[in-house]
C-alpha cells in the first residue's frame, strides 16, 4: 500500500523559506513516471494546488505561486520536496503531498495522500 | 484562468435523504472532473474522477454527473458517515483548480 508521509518545520518566521520533505513508501517514486503534488489548505478554508514534480524533476507549479516555489526529488530516498519562500501569514496551512492518479501526465486527480503537516507562519 | 464555483456551500439534510452539490466551471472543461470528499480532521479522499466514474471501494450511494461546465454529486440517501466536505476538482490542464467546498451536515 502506498504511502506518504510530509516532514519539516511547524513552525517558520515572516519572509524566511518553508521547507517540506514528503516521503514516500510502499512504491517508488522512478516507477510509472507519476507526477508528485503539494497541496495546502488553510485553517477552516478549502484546498490550493501548490505544484507537481515527476521522478525525472519535470515541474508544474499554480502560476499564483510560481515566483516562491521550488519543488525537486531525490529519489534515492524515495522522496519530494518543497520550498516557499518570503513566506507571509497567508502561508499558514496544512501542506499535504500527494500522487496523481494516472502515470505520465500531470493533468489528472490525486488519488493518495499524505496525512498532512501544519506550518503555521509567525514571528 | 477557469474558476470552479460550487454551491451550496453548506447544506444540512436529514438521514435518508437525496443530497445534491453542484459545481460550475468558469469555462468548458469536457468530463475533467473529480470529486473528494473531507471528513472533519481528515485528508481528502478521490470519490469520483471524470464527472461520473467511482473510485474503487466508493460507497454505489455516491454518483457524479455533468459534462463541460456543470457538473453534480448526488448522494442517494444521505448516511451519518457522509458528513464531510466536498470538493470538485478540475484537470483539463496542468493547472489543477479545486472549488470552495460544500459542507455536508445532518439534520
Known amino acids: 500500500q502506498l504511502q506518504l508521509q510530509e516532514s519539516g518545520p511547524g513552525l517558520v518566521k515572516p519572509s524566511e523559506t518553508l521547507s517540506l520533505t514528503c516521503t514516500v513508501s510502499g512504491g517508488s517514486i522512478s516507477t510509472g513516471s507519476y507526477y508528485w503534488g503539494w497541496i495546502r489548505q488553510p485553517p477552516g478554508k478549502g484546498l490550493e494546488w501548490i505544484g507537481s514534480i515527476n521522478h525525472s524533476g519535470s515541474t508544474y507549479y499554480n502560476p499564483s505561486l510560481k515566483s516562491r516555489v521550488t519543488m525537486f526529488r531525490d529519489t534515492s530516498n524515495n522522496q519530494f520536496s518543497l520550498k516557499l519562500s518570503s513566506v507571509t501569514a497567508a502561508d499558514t496551512a496544512v501542506y499535504y503531498c500527494?500522487?496523481?492518479?494516472?502515470?505520465?501526465?500531470?493533468?489528472?486527480?490525486?488519488?493518495?495522500w499524505g496525512q498532512g503537516t501544519l506550518v503555521t507562519v509567525s514571528s | 484562468d477557469i474558476q470552479m464555483t460550487q454551491s451550496p456551500s453548506s447544506l444540512s439534510a436529514s438521514v435518508g435523504d437525496r443530497v445534491t452539490i453542484t459545481c460550475r466551471a468558469s469555462q468548458g472543461i469536457s468530463n475533467y472532473l473529480a470529486w473528494y470528499q473531507q471528513k472533519p480532521g481528515k485528508v481528502p479522499k478521490l470519490l469520483i474522477y471524470?464527472?461520473?466514474t467511482l473510485e474503487s471501494g466508493v460507497p454505489s450511494r455516491f454518483s457524479g454527473s455533468g459534462s463541460g461546465t456543470d457538473f453534480t454529486l448526488t448522494i442517494n440517501s444521505l448516511q451519518p458517515e457522509d458528513v464531510a466536505t466536498y470538493y470538485c476538482q478540475k484537470y483539463d490542464s496542468a493547472l489543477l483548480t479545486f472549488g470552495g467546498g460544500t459542507k455536508v451536515e445532518i439534520k
Open positions: 471524470v464527472a461520473s
Open positions: 500527494a500522487r496523481h492518479a494516472v502515470m505520465v501526465i500531470v493533468a489528472t486527480p490525486l488519488d493518495y
